[in-house]
């Protein structure tokens, strides 16, 4: 049984999208989770699996060697559902999973327990979760672990990406630096095409500022002689404490 979509889903997978973590390279920092999560649940899977829009894929896997399957016999599909941690004792004997190819084949499931990776936002992007191949329970301190560890999938995903936006920003500032051609009449800028653009534009194409437009003391008093006397009394009585 396919799991439901959440209301919510178009956010969701462009939540997931921004963190532009989907067909990267294993990683240490998450192989070492998925290392952990087996061990303290005593289990021969465990998994770091991001829900796409038509399958999930993994991460980080630990005895398993896939690294994707159809979002319609996922398991995490279900537990990105909810807020808590979902338990599925014996897939076998639950009507959601018991004809699921990976219930009925290879890796033949009958224990799951996913834990959601929920941003800060509250997008729920797919789930740290752990599999074994008979019927059993975690105790809850197990349980409270592997919430502990799918915490730090989220932490390790928010520093990828400040660490991806710091070096667009960096990006930026180092194209900011380099010598810019402004016009000396209307004070246009040339761009790297060859193209005469706005301040404005130019600034706006190599960071995301919006504008707001005014007009300063000087130019006040120099085109609007008759309103400058007005503007500047203002001025002065908004500096006052």
């Not at 929920?118 to 059993?136: E, K, M, N, W």
């Not at 790297?192 to 500022?209: L, R, T």
């Amino acid at each position: 049984m396919p799991a439901n979509v959440a209301p919510r889903e178009a956010a969701r997978l462009e939540a997931l999208n921004d963190y532009r973590i989907l067909d990267t390279d294993a990683e240490q920092s998450y192989d070492d989770i998925t290392f952990l999560a087996a061990q303290l649940c005593d289990v021969p899977i465990a998994l770091i699996s991001l829900v796409d829009s038509d399958r999930q894929w993994f991460k980080s896997k630990f005895g398993l060697d896939v690294s994707e399957t159809s979002r319609d016999v996922s398991f995490c599909a279900h537990a990105i559902l909810g807020d808590r941690t979902l338990v599925v004792k014996d897939a076998r004997e639950d009507d959601r999973f018991r004809d699921n190819a990976l219930v009925c084949s290879e890796p033949n499931i009958v224990f799951y327990a996913g834990v959601p990776l929920c941003t800060p936002a509250g997008a729920r992007l797919g789930s740290l979760c752990v599999i074994d191949r008979r019927p059993r329970e975690l105790s809850a301190l197990q349980i409270r672990s592997l919430e502990t560890l799918a915490h730090q999938v989220v932490l390790q995903l928010e520093l990828k990406r400040s660490s991806d936006q710091l070096a667009s920003a960096l990006q930026r500032i180092d194209v900011m630096e380099k010598l810019i051609p402004i016009c000396s009449y209307c004070k246009g800028i040339r761009n790297d095409q060859g193209y005469w653009q706005s301040v404005e534009a130019f600034i706006k194409s190599h960071d995301n500022v919006e504008f707001s437009h005014g007009v300063c003391n000087a130019c006040m008093a120099k085109y609007f002689p008759e309103v400058a006397p007005f503007a500047e009394g203002s001025a002065e009585e908004a500096d006052q404490p």
